[in-house]
């Protein structure tokens, strides 16, 4: 059991004295991953805007840091009704790590969650959202996560995603159609790999004019799809583009972050005019060969749009979306926890009414 008179928890930003030991512990932490990454908390300031504020802390622990726990505040709309919540973009928090051996009995972890519950109070944050997605799924993540939803009463939010592994074979198990359509269409473009210094400003802003043009407008500030490219310009990943032969346009750009041998689907942008061509398939495609070549291990795609439930009405797109993503993960699952704790009754009765109005929505009554 950890002796708390000599737990410590110190404030951190991953930015000049406090960027080494950020980096430090997102390297050893085995539960970290791209999330947990300075490039990726940057991308989440810049989409957040001016309402972000940083309350992030190290946990340290007879007088050595053992721990790392981002926590942001951010913006939380619910109908009319507008405060702050503890997240990243408006999505939960990347879950709090720890080095190998540093907290055996979960102590520094259980203290970690109240400190952050209490920063997040301190700051007028009315909701706090913590995902537990490692890299390489554990035994003991479900009674890790279960644990601190018993303890602190928070709910489990959670939700599946397609998740596929990746080795010699993966482009073999891909739906048949998905085949056809390479063979096909795959004559006509030129598809190429950046990353590094190799992605200019000119491929950054043509995956910026395809994203606005491809998503029907700008969601979020220019400085992060800046942020978003960085992350593979410094070694988090890659970008995969396709360009017409005929045109000699770019007909679509995909995002890729790859931290510690497993890799996510972060954005994906094509030109409508090329929808037909199969763009998109092209880029997963080249994606995947990629992560093969370079020795990934698994490749996560995204929420899967199974059914709906009650944190989740998934529409026809969100269906379609899944239905595309299966097509390569075919029945690869990862479970990704997310638990979710309101703060505040006023919030909570305002997001009880948000969710009644969606649900009868749904239900059409």
């Known amino acids: 059991m950890a002796d708390k008179s000599t737990l410590r928890f110190l ?65 939380l709309k619910l109908g009319d009704y507008e405060t702050r919540e503890a997240s990243y973009y408006g999505g ?28 997040t109070a301190q700051r007028g944050g009315k909701r706090v959202r913590y995902m537990l997605s490692p890299p390489k799924p554990d035994d003991d993540d479900q009674r ?3 644990r601190i939803i018993a303890k602190y009463h928070y709910l489990d939010t959670g ?7 990746i ?17 096909k269409f795959s004559k006509g473009f030129d598809l190429r790999v950046s990353r590094g210094e190799d992605i200019d400003d000119n491929l950054e802003q043509a995956y910026f004019d395809l994203h606005v ?24 990943g890659f970008l995969v583009s396709a360009r017409s032969h005929d045109s000699g346009d770019i007909a679509g750009v995909l995002v890729v972050l790859e931290h510690k041998g497993h890799a996510y689907d972060a954005s994906v942008a094509v030109e409508p005019a090329f929808q037909d061509a199969f ?19 698994s490749y996560e795609l995204g929420r899967w749009a ?20 299966h097509g390569w993960s075919r029945d690869g699952m990862k479970s990704v926890r997310v638990a979710e704790k309101f703060l505040d009754q006023e919030a909570l009765n305002h997001y009880c009414a948000a969710l009644s109005r969606t649900a009868a929505d749904y239900f059409e009554c």
């Open 306 to 325: 199974e059914k709906a439930d009650w944190n989740w009405t998934p529409d026809q797109k969100n269906f379609g979306i899944s239905f595309f993503k």
């Open 11 to 75: 404030d951190v930003t991953p930015e000049e004295s406090g960027l080494k030991v950020w980096e430090d512990l997102v390297e050893r932490c085995p539960d970290a991953w791209y999330m947990h990454t300075p490039a990726f908390y940057r991308y989440v300031a810049a989409a957040t805007g001016a309402q972000f504020e940083n309350a992030s802390f190290i946990v340290e622990n007879e007088g050595r840091p053992v721990g790392l726990v981002p926590l942001a505040l951010g913006p």
């Open 92 to 119: 939960p928090l990347p879950w709090p790590c720890f080095l190998n051996g540093a907290d055996k009995d979960w102590e520094l972890e259980l203290a970690a969650f109240a400190e952050a519950e209490r920063r």
């Open 213 to 236: 043009k491809d998503s029907g407008g700008m969601f979020r500030p220019r400085e992060s799809y800046t942020e978003m490219v960085n992350m593979a310009r410094q070694g988090l």
């Open 159 to 165: 939700y599946s995603s397609h998740w596929m592994t």
């Open 279 to 297: 763009v998109s398939h092209l880029l997963k495609w080249q994606a995947i060969r990629t992560l093969a070549k370079d020795g990934a291990q």
């Open 144 to 146: 890790r996560f279960a």
């Open 167 to 183: 080795d010699s074979d993966s482009e073999t198990g891909i739906r048949d159609r998905y085949k056809r359509y390479i063979k």
